[in-house]
């Protein structure tokens, strides 16, 4: 079965510094595709950064960029000049690509604060 | 354009009783799915549908969940009877394309059972 996990709780970083969210992932698919969502407090989830597991140029959006590792089944967050907005929970989704529905399967979270 | 509208956002109810939620996912999008997130976890796919069909309910709890989405486009969940640990927030999410589409989210629904 595919399994996220996301192994730290709570993150901290301060104003404009760089944090670095881990996240792994089990499955024996080779297609599929991996995101990091955001959720600030009492707000809907958005989407920070997709990665297409064929591709091997690691993605960035901005001040957020990934670090994919396919071997090792390893997908990290980086958050460069972090920002006072940037304070939320922070997920890292796996989805299946052509079984089973393209079901997205969410690892249990990080929650970042950032310090001013 | 529009997002995924849910309401009611605050559901507060007692054991035993019934709940409905609803969920208007963005026009045109053919995909909706209900999560379940439970305080501290992440969302778990309770039911995918693809337009009117269900493409994946494996997780949703038939005894007691039941989601219809007539005419394919919005949709209802609901709790009948509930349960202390049915207390969360469900998500709807709705998506352009079946497999690879980006999941648009709506503000979820908090559901408390005393």
């Known amino acids: 079965a595919q399994t996220v996990t996301q192994s730290q709780p709570e993150m901290s970083v301060q104003e404009a510094e760089t944090v670095t969210l881990s996240c792994t992932y089990d499955?024996?698919?080779?297609?599929?595709?991996l995101f990091w969502y955001k959720q600030p407090p009492s707000r809907q989830m958005i989407l920070v950064i997709r990665?297409?597991?064929?591709?091997?140029q690691n993605a960035t959006e901005n001040r957020f960029s990934v670090n994919f590792q396919k071997a090792a089944k390893s997908f990290s967050l980086k958050i460069s000049d972090s920002q006072l907005g940037d304070a939320a929970m922070y997920f890292c989704?796996?989805?299946?690509?052509?079984?089973?529905?393209?079901?997205?399967?969410f690892g249990q979270g990080t929650e970042l604060s950032v310090k001013p | 354009e529009a997002g995924v509208a849910q309401s009611p956002r605050y559901k507060i109810i007692e054991k035993r009783q019934s709940v409905a939620f609803w969920c208007n996912p963005i026009?045109?999008?053919?995909?909706l799915y209900w999560y379940q997130q439970i305080l501290g976890q992440g969302p778990k796919l309770l039911i995918q549908?693809?337009?009117?069909?269900?493409?994946?309910d494996s997780q949703l709890p038939k005894d007691r969940f039941s989601a219809e989405r007539l005419k394919g486009v919005d949709s209802t969940l609901k709790i009948q009877p509930a349960k202390l640990e049915d207390s969360a927030v469900y998500l709807c999410?709705?998506?352009?394309?079946?497999?690879?589409?980006?999941?648009?989210f709506g503000e979820g629904s908090r559901l408390t059972v005393l």
């Open positions: 990665q297409e597991a064929y591709k091997q």
């Open positions: 989704a796996y989805r299946i690509l052509y079984n089973q529905g393209g079901k997205l399967i």
């Open positions: 549908f693809q337009n009117n069909g269900v493409v994946d």
């Open positions: 026009s045109g999008h053919a995909t």
């Open positions: 999410a709705s998506s352009l394309r079946h497999l690879t589409g980006e999941l648009f």
């Open positions: 499955t024996s698919e080779s297609d599929y595709y």
